[in-house]
Antibody
Framework: QVRLVQSGSEVKRPGASVKVSCKASGYIFRNYGIGWVRQAPGQGPEWMGWINGRDGHTNYPQKFQGRVTLTRDTSTSTAYMELSSLTSDDTAVYFC??????????WGQGALVTVSS | QTVVTQEPSLTVSPGGTVTLTCAPSTGATTNCHYPNWFQQKPGQPPTTLVYRTNNKHSWTPARFSGSLLGGKAALTLSGVQPEDEGDYYCVLLCDGDWVFGGGTKLTVL
């Protein structure tokens, strides 16, 4: 079955960067995009961007441009989200989701990133 | 920046019917498309229920249906079950960016 398995929780200092992985299985990785969404404690989700599984093309909302980098490794069917210049406002659960046909049908389990001094 | 508005909370009786709505801020209506609806339980990732306004995934219970009502995206639950209690989020594609609503906390009481 289709699965997305994310890396584990991280604790980072302000100003640092974090890289979260999302390993896909059960489908042809290159045929789908991967979207990234984060959710701060007690808040609603927030879209962080999208990467095309085939050619690596990315799209970021203006809020995250310059601070988020999405990449993928087709040889391992893994997508990555790197967020730099972390502040306490970046404390959140980060989700990846399989993207196709203007929807996300399968979600990773989420990765908690805590930013604290 | 488009803002997407949902009812903050709704309460429904078991077996009843409830409609949740999702609307972009004034002026952005024509630039927002492809509504999706998600259900989220505490400590879990979202589950996508409806996409592109009214399309269901294979796991979406039949009692959930999506539509457009008066220009707003809508999610209707008919014959509500206790397990439907949770948070519901919509998302719209507005000018190339996905924008989530603030969510509706649905209580089944």
């Amino acid at each position: 079955q289709v699965r997305l398995v994310q890396s584990g929780s991280e604790v980072k200092r302000p100003g640092a960067s974090v890289k979260v992985s999302c390993k896909a299985s059960g489908y042809i990785f290159r045929n789908y995009g991967i979207g990234w969404v984060r959710q701060a404690p007690g808040q609603g989700p927030e879209w962080m961007g999208w990467i095309n599984g085939r050619d690596g093309h990315t799209n970021y909302p203006q809020k995250f441009q310059g601070r988020v980098t999405l990449t993928r490794d087709t040889s391992t069917s893994t997508a990555y989200m790197e967020l730099s210049s972390l502040t306490s406002d970046d404390t959140a659960v980060y989700f990846c989701a399989r993207d196709y046909d203007f929807t996300w049908d399968t979600w990773g389990q989420g990765a908690l990133v805590t930013v604290s001094s | 920046q488009t803002v997407v508005t949902q009812e903050p909370s709704l309460t429904v009786s078991p077996g009843g019917t409830v409609t949740l709505t999702c609307a972009p801020s004034t002026g952005a209506t024509t630039n927002c498309h492809y509504p999706n609806w998600f259900q989220q339980k505490p400590g879990q990732p979202p589950t996508t229920l409806v996409y592109r306004t009214n399309n269901k995934h294979s796991w979406t219970p039949a009692r959930f249906s999506g539509s457009l009502l008066g220009g707003k995206a809508a999610l209707t639950l008919s014959g509500v079950q206790p397990e439907d209690e949770g948070d519901y989020y919509c998302v719209l594609l507005c000018d190339g960016d996905w924008v989530f609503g603030g969510g509706t906390k649905l209580t089944v009481l």
